[in-house]
């Protein structure tokens, strides 16, 4: 089953990822000025220290409404649209508790704000719309994304953003000790297949990491009546509604945007808890074919320790031949040349990590090679042990999953061919 599944895999992160998850991270102000009530703010000292979780949570909040300059007397609704990590987009039970947090804090110092969820109905009254994303950093006051092992501290920012308007207003940044931080993935992301930054995660990323005075993203803008749709479905789905999950996420696929890496995992998982199996591999091919237009898919299969096997319980592994056979057939459908790419948790020698991603990346090789023998002229197989994580916790639990992961990078069959070593077939 999909949570027995997600427990046990683990998968790892790439350099282009990295890249691109330090590129979403815009400077932002560090305005933490805290308004003592709706219509008045009493400007505090701006700090880059490491505070404790709600400490931080209210230094967000309140900066980022007091920087904005709402007018007290209006009556507006507000939404925080789920706030996620950055390297893997996903959401944690720590971005759970940011936007829980946010909507307490600004309940109690706003009472012209009404907070609503991310929903059809609440986006026909224009709202504002608050954006947070987070990484793990070296140290308080850093921005960059750390990601070379366990960190201390973690950067929270936000975006707040009017959507009367299409202008982004006002945005903060705070510093948590890590202690405080539980990067668990929710059900939903636990349970999830495959991964890919696709077109709505860099949508969230451009917006959330936006300046005041920014026109906000346009498909970000055009995507929230999808993302409200597919919000229900998500939650329907951890809620173990499975029919209307799988109607939600059905409805979000015709929408605008639709075509994303939630849309199809989530119509596969449901699939999958329906026991729908030929509607769950469709839904797991439209996966693959979303990650590869992206460039990268990233896929959790589950391996005994130190081995090249699959792990060998069929609740974890009763899936893998449809997954296998999808990413075979579409990419011969692509008519592309395919670099498959083994990652691995930080456990371990670089040596030895280098050398079990590489095999495991030959072994997933091999079995699409058996379903689709035109690949094998048309497929290598790379290893980068545990030099790109997403997650970077070094837990080797759900946590970092992500962390484990076996990636497909469509490439020019010419320049896969340049890179091959001699002697490989």
């Not at 829980?100 to 009472?111: A, D, L, S």
Request: proline residues 7%; positive net charge.
């Amino acid at each position: 089953m999909p949570t027995r599944h997600s427990r046990a895999m683990t998968a790892a992160p790439s350099r282009p990822g990295r890249l691109l998850a330090a590129a979403a991270v815009a400077l932002l102000g560090a305005c933490t000025a805290a308004p003592q009530t709706a219509e008045r703010a009493v400007a505090e000292p701006p700090t880059t220290e490491a505070q404790p979780f709600d400490a931080a949570m209210s230094s967000l909040a309140t900066g980022l409404f007091a920087g904005a300059r709402l007018d007290p007397s209006e009556q507006r609704v507000f939404i925080v649209d789920p706030p996620v990590d950055l390297a893997t987009v996903r959401h944690s039970a720590v971005t759970r508790d940011v936007e829980r947090r946010i909507v307490n804090v600004v309940g109690q110092r706003y009472p012209n704000l009404q907070a609503s969820p991310l929903a059809e109905t609440s986006l026909e009254r224009k709202p504002i719309v608050v954006l947070s994303c987070m990484t793990p950093v070296s140290g308080p006051g850093e921005m960059r994304p750390y990601l070379d092992g366990p960190t201390q501290t973690y950067r929270v920012w936000a975006s707040l953003s009017d959507t009367r308007t299409g202008k982004i207003v006002s945005s903060n940044t705070v510093w948590v000790r890590g202690e405080d931080v539980d990067v668990t993935p929710t059900k939903f992301f636990q349970d999830s297949p495959a991964w890919a930054m696709d077109n709505s995660m860099k949508a969230y990323l451009k917006v959330c990491g936006g300046k005041p005075g920014d026109t906000m993203d346009s498909a970000y803008l055009n995507g929230m009546g999808t993302s409200a749709v597919v919000n229900q479905a998500t939650a329907a789905y951890e809620a173990g509604r499975y029919p209307e999950a799988l109607a939600y996420y059905t409805q979000a696929s015709q929408l605008p945007g639709g075509d994303q890496m939630r849309v199809w995992n989530g119509a596969y998982l449901t699939n999958v808890a329906l026991g729908q199996t030929r509607e769950a591999e469709e839904a797991f091919g439209k996966m693959v074919d979303a990650g590869l237009a992206q460039g990268k898919l990233a896929v959790k299969f589950v391996f005994r320790p130190a081995s090249v096997q699959f792990w060998p319980d069929r609740a974890v592994n009763g899936q893998y031949p449809a997954w296998l056979r999808q990413i075979a057939q579409r990419s011969v459908a692509r008519r592309t040349c395919l670099l498959v790419v083994g990652h691995s948790s930080p456990t371990g020698t670089r040596a030895a990590n280098e050398l079990l991603s590489e095999r495991r990346a030959q072994f997933v090789r091999g079995q699409i090679v058996r379903d689709a023998m035109v690949l094998r002229t048309r497929t290598e197989a790379r290893g980068r042990g545990a030099s790109e994580p997403l997650v970077g916790t070094g837990k080797d639990n759900a946590s970092d999953v992500l962390d484990r992961r076996v990636e497909f990078e469509p490439r020019a069959c010419n320049t896969l061919r340049a890179e091959r070593m001699p002697g490989r077939v």
